[in-house]
DNA sequence: ACGTCTTTTTAGGTCTGCCTAAATTTTCAG
DNA sequence: CTGAAAATTTAGGCAGACCTAAAAAGACGT
């Protein structure tokens, strides 16, 4: 059995693996557990005894098969949780991902099928983030993300990158939702901002830092 | 704030203070919490320091208002979340107790309104107990237990004091449901055990262990 | 290929919450 | 009232997860 913080670096191993090819750094696990190189040095020698992950130093590090499992096991409650806290109980979707991120540690394997079942077995999360199977596999999607697209087509917005309350609120006061049809009119060179055309005919001005956290299909 | 632990030790004080007059013994701390006594003692020192308990060396321990106050904020959710549990999820009454005790310390003050109101703002748990209110009050019931109930009297089964998965599902196999209205037929003197009639005219046999977790009205 | 800069690890320390063993205080029987 | 037993606290340690500072390893421009 793993401790919340285990469990915690195995999430942030898995996510930083997905972001760049190749084996995670150390400061980059930094930065992202909020803590300094040698602590999470010392995690990952213990996380190696474990044999979670592959690790020699220096090296970086990357999940073995049973890290994984465990790191989709995580990802999976959390947006589990996540679907639960919107769909039930009302909240926006900028203001789950802190609570979702203390319920996913809870453990009891009863109730994650219970809550899948009675969530009717939800596909995605709020954040249009596909929810692992039970069997431990992430779902493909095939999404791209907003800068990749061309001027003058027209996308569908599926998902966001980002979850932080700021970054979902400014999606909302632009009237970006999940699900929106959006077309792009502009890619500025100098900056690779966009101009977007949503449904209801207005334009959003886009930067890429924004763009880049779209995705589309 | 409080770290986990220390919420599980202002639970324990709260709830060992109800069970005798008096203050609390440090050994009962240590029996409840699963921990030695010299644990306690620590814990004891931080919870005086932090002044969410009276505490004088060598004579017991009582909580400070802003402790019980913390305590029942903590017994409130827990009842809240087995309420979903049971209701929502479709557990059995035997089993969510443990779950309970960890989605508990959940921190979002949010979270507890929105599933409060989610759950249509129930007063008592799965298990007959009241919940706190949000003010931090403890519900008077004016329940009596089972063996302080005389021959002949008929009763209705209200709430039991032991939430443990075998006692309820004892509870279970002897057909005492919650609510069933019980006759005292029956009061053996020696071992003060009892016999009891229910509602489906069967006859239980009921040891003083039993009787003594079982509140009625 | 070499010195410098960056990244990572090691060494040694803190804080929390637990432990055992020993000391202390309280209780209680006679 | 007193001395043994019980309850409690103190002393000193350990493991987890973090820290700073220093050492070691790797990367890189010239």
Not at 163 to 170: D, N, P, V
Request: overall charge negative.
């Amino acid at each position: 059995m793993q401790s919340f913080t285990e469990e915690n670096y195995l999430k942030a191993i898995y996510s930083l693996s997905l972001r760049h090819e190749g084996d995670v750094s150390t400061n980059a696990l930094a930065e992202l557990t909020a803590t300094k190189a040698a602590s999470v040095t010392d995690m990952l020698r213990k996380l190696s005894d474990k044999e979670l992950i592959h690790y020699k130093k220096y090296q970086g590090v990357r999940l073995t098969e049973e890290g994984e499992r465990l790191a989709l096991q995580v990802i999976r409650r959390h947006r589990l949780w996540e679907v639960f806290l919107v769909e039930k109980l009302g909240f926006g979707w900028d203001a789950v991902h802190d609570i979702a991120e203390q319920l996913e540690h809870i453990r009891s394997d009863e109730l994650v099928v219970r809550l899948d079942s009675y969530l009717s077995h939800p596909q995605f999360d709020p954040h249009g983030d596909p929810i692992p199977t039970p069997a431990g596999e992430m779902p493909e999607t095939g999404y791209r993300k907003l800068t990749e697209v061309g001027v003058g087509e027209g996308v569908r917005l599926m998902a966001v990158l980002e979850h932080s309350t700021e970054f979902l609120q400014h999606l909302d006061r632009s009237g970006l939702t999940l699900g929106c049809i959006i077309t792009v009119q502009t890619i500025n060179d100098f900056d690779k901002s966009l101009l977007v055309q949503t449904e209801t005919g207005s334009t959003v001005f886009t930067s890429q830092d924004v763009a880049k956290n779209l995705l589309v299909s």
